[in-house]
């Protein structure tokens, strides 16, 4: 609705319906789960492509308000291209970050191995907005489970094909939703993660 591509979820209006994987409505809670596993963090950098101006414009907005709350500063950090990441996070490094919000841009999840690589070889605990990004070496995900979203895509398509609206088929969002940890990236970077965040996840790396 930001974008202004649907009147409501329930009514889009237009020629748009789909799924959500509510990317900025998860913003404060990735946050507060950040905290939770790193009691320390006070300083983060926020990965963005503004390749997508009004998408990293909401990104930065979200997080900065969550931020408050959680006494975190929050500072953005731009990689537009897939070879802009090895110099970004060198300076997310040199910087000395707490961590690294990766925000869920296309190309980031494209080159979530490079990113799990470079911030495990740099040591920069990360939190990531799928549990692909922690299969490929991020920290910790917080983010909806995609398989049930993949799986409700072919009804909207059938019943389109079949003469629904877009305009009168709501927008789904997700109701599940999952917290990934890679405990041997947690090793790696020497963070001990509490008992608490590993009881509560729904998939752990070891």
Known sequence: MALGLIASLAHPGGNITGISSMAHDLVAKRLQLFKETIPKLSRVALLLN??????????????????????????????????????????VAERQYDGLIVSQHPMYFAERKQIG???????????????????????????????????????????ILEGEKPADMPVQQPVKFDLAINLKTANALGLEIPPTMIARADSVIE
């Open 50 to 91: 503004p390749n997508t101006p009004q998408d990293a414009d909401r990104a930065v907005t979200e997080n900065r308000i969550a931020a408050d709350v959680l006494k975190i500063s929050v500072e953005p950090v731009v990689a537009r291209f897939a070879g802009d990441l090895e110099k970004v996070l060198s300076e």
């Open 117 to 159: 690589d470079l911030t495990l070889a740099k040591r920069i605990p990360t939190i990531c907005p799928a549990e692909v990004f922690v299969e490929a070496g991020g920290l910790i995900s917080y983010g909806a489970s995609w398989k049930p979203l993949f799986n409700a895509v072919a009804p909207y398509v059938k019943r």
